[in-house]
């Protein structure tokens, strides 16, 4: 299993970011998908979620939406009306299990993370 996430960087308190995830083969059919932040010192933290058929999704937030596309080969994670605590790096990951949405501690494969930055 290969995750990269992408699109992170520094933004305005207000703006909107979408972040994506390139996952290598059927990993976002085969697996159970989520989106995870961690603030300097601080736990990492799940705040969207998306089951493999697509149909079940989680968001800690309504500012948070998490989708895929059609071919299942890119995951999104979209931020709106971004606040100065959203600052964090943020990764992707995918859970082997038959939990629809997954407990934290069921994610067992992890990218490398994208930081992002809110500040005036």
């Known amino acids: 299993v290969q995750l990269q996430a992408s699109g992170g960087g520094l933004v305005r308190p207000g703006d909107s970011l979408r972040l994506s995830c390139s996952a290598s083969g059927r990993v976002l059919s085969t697996y159970q998908m989520g989106w995870f932040r961690q603030a300097p010192g601080k736990g990492r933290k799940l705040i969207a979620a998306?089951?493999?058929?697509?149909i079940n999704t989680y968001h800690l937030q309504d500012r948070f939406t998490i989708s895929r596309d059609s071919a299942k080969t890119t995951l999104y994670l979209q931020m709106d009306n971004l606040e100065p605590d959203d600052s964090a790096k943020y990764y992707c990951?995918?859970?082997?299990?038959?939990?629809?949405?997954?407990?934290?501690?069921?994610?067992?494969?992890w990218g490398p993370g994208t930081l992002v930055t809110v500040s005036s």
């Open positions: 998306i089951s493999k058929n697509g």
């Open positions: 990951a995918a859970a082997n299990t038959a939990r629809v949405i997954p407990e934290e501690e069921e994610f067992d494969y």
